[in-house]
């Protein structure tokens, strides 16, 4: 089964990538099948002037398992932004402090103060480079390199929503002048990639050697 593209990332574009040296383009594919419960990954590092044979438009394959395997073409509008850990990552006395100062930073913006700090400055929807991992549907879950023991570190998220469920809708991006809608856009779910009944795939690397072993993780 050939494997499909998921993201083309330039480091040009995305600098909080940290590539190997010499190296300036991440690839992303995936199989379309479940393994055991969500596309396999395999990621290449490449040097962009280096690839000279390049495709109009990728083959598509013979089969998926589910149609939310086969991402739409999305014209990538990346943002830099800063989020914060997961409330669960954090300790028992800061997220006490947490939940007093939200009481009134919540107030303002008429949202819930129980769950201000994670849909306003935790994890931010959608597809990502760096950033936290989620822990929406299971406890925080540190990811060790196979290789070398080493704490691993999110490379990438592949989400089915774009776009946060709070009232406020604290993480749309910002518009600037000649920025979407493509024709069939939806922004909700612009890639059309489901991951589970709605979640998230998390890429982590191994900061120590981009070439050991990566993990996939479903949040």
């Not at 086969?70 to 990346?78: G, K, R, S, T, W």
């Amino acid at each position: 089964m050939a494997m499909l593209p998921v993201a083309q990332l330039y480091v040009r574009d995305v600098p909080d990538l940290t590539p190997p040296e010499g190296k300036d383009l991440l690839q992303v594919l995936w199989c379309p099948f479940d393994h055991p419960i969500m596309p396999r990954t395999l990621l290449f590092w490449r040097s962009a002037a280096a690839v000279t044979d390049i495709l109009d438009t990728p083959p598509e394959p013979p089969a998926v398992q589910f149609d939310g395997y086969l991402p739409e073409p999305c014209m990538l509008e990346p943002e830099q932004i800063i989020e914060y850990p997961d409330h669960l990552e954090l300790s028992g006395e800061l997220r006490e402090q947490l939940k007093q100062w939200s009481v009134p930073q919540a107030a303002e913006e008429d949202m819930d103060p129980e769950t201000y700090y994670d849909c306003v400055l935790s994890n931010a929807p959608g597809w990502k480079v760096g950033g936290w991992p989620a822990w929406n549907s299971t406890d925080p879950s540190p990811q060790s390199c196979s290789e070398c023991g080493t704490g691993m570190k999110v490379l990438m998220t592949v989400a089915t929503f774009e776009e946060g469920d709070d009232a406020g809708n604290s993480w749309t991006p910002h518009p600037h002048p000649g920025a979407g809608p493509y024709p069939g856009h939806r922004g909700f779910n612009a890639t059309g990639v489901q991951i589970g009944s709605g979640y998230r795939q998390h890429l982590f690397v191994c900061p120590a050697d981009p070439g050991h072993p990566h993990i996939e993780l479903m949040t």
